[in-house]
């Protein structure tokens, strides 16, 4: 009879130092996460109140209490919306093409690629562009809907990824049940493809427009500043609520600064608020596919 | 997953008499694709519209772009990308060393370490780092991690201050190149976590409970069947946060001191980036200045894109390779 020879020491240890770096990376990682949720509870809740979410920086001066974000609230509800509007039927056509109509050949392989590449081009890049094309080009003055093109740019690849995803979850039984029933290949898309798809592609343009919600760069170039309300997306420098977390945050006063922080605050609050929705969806839809 | 259903124009599983095909097929079709070829429009028109908007400063700059180290587009009409694009680079490249041995470690954490039931969540909690707007950590940056980081970086300066990248003269600490590394490391681990995770995830199986059968600790497992096999994985998730973090622009313009100058001493208040540059400098551009301002803009993107596809690349030779496998 053998008996099992132990693991040698210096082996061994060899193991344990592993796994303590392994989950002091992990101690690390979460670090950061704490320390920015806490400071932007803390330094935010003070001013985190109806006046603020509910006045403009209209004739506020410089170094005056008061005033709030409200003009930013609505320029970054419209310019979301815009940008949805925009970039979610041209993002999920393309998903539809790719996994429906691509069949793998040349343009499919191609426009594949790209959107992955495009997921990867800097939020300035895209206000860059906006700027150069839409206001320098043809000559269009700045406003929400110049930011919200650019938003657009940033929310499609994430859009495309996400539905496509999803549309090759579906079952092939359920397409060849359609096509056997004599159904158009286009209304079994419509009738039975996408709904089947449906609360998995609400979970990922959720989770576009959280991260959207957040880009503070292209807005900076394509929407510019204001402190008034401006409900007209279409015309007139808007403000947005990354934008006015960054224009107060450079302002040199303490009041100014305590505002910035309340932004954040609000700003952190409806992005999280999205991807916890969007991910309730996702975890409500499928129970089964928890990894 | 490779089952073709859909073959164009009546393939065997989908053929149906031709009087029964409906007539919103043709424009349907013509829709999806109209928009995949929109996509790849819109990828050629940034290049074209940024170059096209870059040429008339680039026409009128007194200096040479590629080697100045000036930066007045408004005034003297001299500029060049040469200090910006160090920073771009340095910034990214501190952040990438920074960020890769914790986010593979966080990776290694959610896939081979913590409990499964837990993994789910913590996952969602690394996540969650990336949820957080960049005008927040730039807030965070200047308002804690900067004061945070003054006295260790003196302490180095003091001590460590024969290696090049701890040295300076006169003012140490406050808004140095390592205060928005840190940010930007920040802003990177969760993409590179995210990505080595599902890479170590697919690591076969078998290879890892034969190690475990042959006597093999976890840590020696991990080190023959999992990492050689994550390794490429890994590689293309740090080129993925490398785009990353040279595109980042609100955090490191909330901190970097804006500066003009090519220096390696990063406990200094010297630092500056393409993007940062370009937030920071939009306000006040007059015409030139913001034509200055696309060509910059325009290095930036043609770096990151060359980054980007060279991770993409090594990724999809992956995904053939696992499929082949599996």
Wanted: charged share 15%.
């Amino acid at each position: 009879m053998t008996t099992i020879q132990h693991i040698s020491t210096s082996r061994r240890i060899k193991d344990r130092v592993v796994q303590g770096l392994v989950y002091l990376a992990f101690a690390l990682a979460v670090v950061p996460l704490v320390s920015v949720l806490w400071l932007v509870i803390k330094n935010g809740a003070a001013r985190f109140d109806l006046d603020f979410l509910t006045h403009s920086m209209r004739n506020i001066g410089a170094r005056d209490v008061g005033g709030g974000a409200y003009h930013a609230i609505i320029g970054t509800l419209e310019q979301v919306l815009i940008a949805s509007l925009i970039s979610v039927p041209i993002g999920l056509l393309t998903a539809i093409y790719l996994v429906e109509y691509g069949n793998g050949g040349r343009l499919s392989r191609a426009i594949s690629f790209f959107v992955d590449v495009m997921t990867g081009v800097p939020s300035v890049v895209a206000g860059l562009f906006i700027l150069a094309f839409w206001v320098l080009f043809l000559g269009q003055p700045f406003s929400g809907f110049a930011g919200a093109l650019s938003l657009s740019i940033l929310m499609m690849p994430t859009v495309v990824r996400s539905a496509e995803e999803m549309l090759r979850l579906v079952p092939n039984d359920l397409r060849e049940a359609s096509y056997a029933l004599g159904v158009a290949k286009w209304r079994t898309i419509m009738k039975v493809v996408l709904p089947t798809a449906l609360t998995g592609i609400i979970t990922g343009v959720m989770l576009a427009v959280a991260r959207v919600a957040g880009e503070t760069a292209p807005l900076l170039l394509t929407v510019f500043f204001t402190d008034s309300i401006n409900n007209d997306p279409f015309s007139g420098p808007q403000m947005g609520l990354p934008l006015f977390v960054f224009d107060q945050a450079g302002r040199p006063n303490a009041t100014a600064v305590d505002r910035a922080w309340t932004g954040a605050l609000t700003l952190i609050l409806i992005v999280m608020l999205l991807n916890l929705v969007a991910r309730l969806i996702a975890r409500w839809r499928s129970p089964a596919k928890g990894r | 997953m490779t089952t073709k259903v859909s073959t164009r124009d009546g393939g065997p599983a989908t053929s149906r008499p031709a009087s029964r095909r409906s007539h919103g097929e043709g424009p349907f079709r013509y829709a999806a694709t109209g928009a995949g070829i929109i996509l790849l429009g819109i990828m050629a028109a940034i290049a074209v519209f940024l170059i096209s908007e870059a040429i008339p400063a680039l026409q009128a700059n007194k200096g040479h772009f590629f080697s100045e180290l000036v930066w007045d587009p408004n005034g003297s009409q001299v500029f060049g990308i040469a200090a910006l694009a160090f920073g771009t680079v340095l910034s990214s490249a501190l952040a990438l060393v920074i960020a890769t041995p914790i986010a593979v470690g966080v990776a290694l954490f959610i896939s081979h370490y913590a409990p499964r039931r837990l993994a789910g969540p913590l996952g969602y909690l690394i996540d969650l780092l990336a949820a957080v707007p960049s005008v927040v950590y730039g807030l965070w940056g200047v308002a804690f991690l900067v004061p945070l980081l003054k006295t260790p970086s003196q302490w180095l300066n003091e001590n460590l201050g024969w290696f090049p990248l701890f040295a300076g003269e006169g003012a140490i600490g406050g808004k140095t190149m390592i205060a928005g590394s840190i940010v930007l490391a920040i802003m990177i681990l969760p993409i590179i976590a995210a990505i080595s995770r599902e890479v170590f995830l697919q690591a076969p199986k078998m290879n890892e409970e034969a190690a475990l059968a042959l006597g093999a600790t976890r840590w020696e497992m991990i080190r023959m069947a999992v990492l050689p096999f994550g390794r490429p994985g890994v590689i293309s998730a740090a080129m993925l946060g490398l785009g990353r973090a040279m595109g980042e622009t609100i955090a490191v313009a909330l901190i970097f001191p804006a500066t003009f100058d090519i220096t390696f001493e990063i406990l200094t208040p010297h630092a500056n980036s393409i993007a940062a540059n370009i937030a920071n400098g939009f306000g006040e551009a007059t015409p030139i200045g913001r034509g200055a301002l696309i060509a910059s803009g325009l290095v930036l993107f043609i770096i990151t894109l060359l980054v980007n596809i060279a991770a993409r690349m090594i990724i999809n030779r992956r995904k053939e390779y696992a499929r082949a496998g599996a």
